[in-house]
């Protein structure tokens, strides 16, 4: 039975079937026959008319910004609407949002559960090559251990900040587009976005409390 946020990615092959609706409303009533049932809340769905041979597509991105935005799930109807490219889909895995096919629920989880193996089989190689050096280490008389107390480097500093950076920067590209659409309803002043955002289900940046206007103002600085 689903549940909480969803966002709804569409597609069809060719100009002719998006402007003649054809497979989008089959789609759309597959979607739907998935979520129906429980409390869940469709907060956008997204068309898109592409090739499946292509991973460039706009709406798709736009999609995955949204879901990460909102911390939404993506349903599309068919699992070929994504792709036939089973990179293409672990890619989904490194954008940070959880997706579910309507026709195949199970292979969400089969694909995160794979790469859960895979994650899981270089841990032991990375622990089995540390313990390795570690004893041939110990064999060529070297001490090991030392001082728990170690400063960070400036490099490492300067690396934690970048890190830090690139993080606040992709949550501010995420919700770019939604703070053009508020603007663009009129909604100008920081206070005004703030509160649209609060309206819209938009968590914060940790998740927790509300939009305020210098919140709003700190990552409108970083689009």
């Not at 092959?13 to 739907?32: F, H, P, Y």
């Not at 500093?157 to 949550?171: E, F, H, M, T, Y």
């Not at 206070?191 to 709003?216: C, F, H, M, Y």
Request: proline letters at 2%; aromatic letters at 4%; a positive charge.
């Amino acid at each position: 039975m689903a549940d909480g946020k969803w966002i709804s990615y569409l597609r069809v092959s060719t100009d002719r079937q998006g402007k003649s609706g054809l497979g989008i409303e089959a789609q759309r009533n597959s979607v739907s026959e998935y979520l129906n049932g429980g409390e869940w809340s469709l907060v956008k769905e997204y068309v898109e008319i592409e090739s499946g041979k292509r991973t460039d597509r706009p709406m798709l991105a736009e999609a995955i910004k949204a879901c990460r935005a909102h911390k939404a799930r993506l349903v599309i109807a068919k699992l070929d609407r994504l792709s036939r490219d089973a990179h293409f889909l672990l890619g989904l895995e490194k954008a940070g949002i959880d997706f579910v096919a309507a026709d195949m629920p199970n292979a969400n989880r089969l694909t995160v559960g794979i790469m859960a193996m895979v994650a899981e089989e270089e841990r032991r190689m990375i622990s089995k090559r540390t313990k390795d050096a570690l004893a041939a280490a110990k064999r060529r008389g070297k001490k090991l251990g030392g001082d728990r107390g170690v400063v960070p480097t400036k490099r490492a500093r300067a690396l934690a900040a970048d890190a830090l950076k690139a993080r606040a920067d992709s949550r501010a590209a995420d919700i770019a587009p939604i703070v053009a659409e508020l603007q663009a309803a009129g909604r100008l002043s920081l206070r005004d976005i703030a509160k649209g955002l609060n309206e819209a289900g938009i968590p914060t940046a940790r998740g927790q409390g509300k939009w305020s206007a210098i919140q709003v103002r700190r990552v409108m600085a970083r689009m």
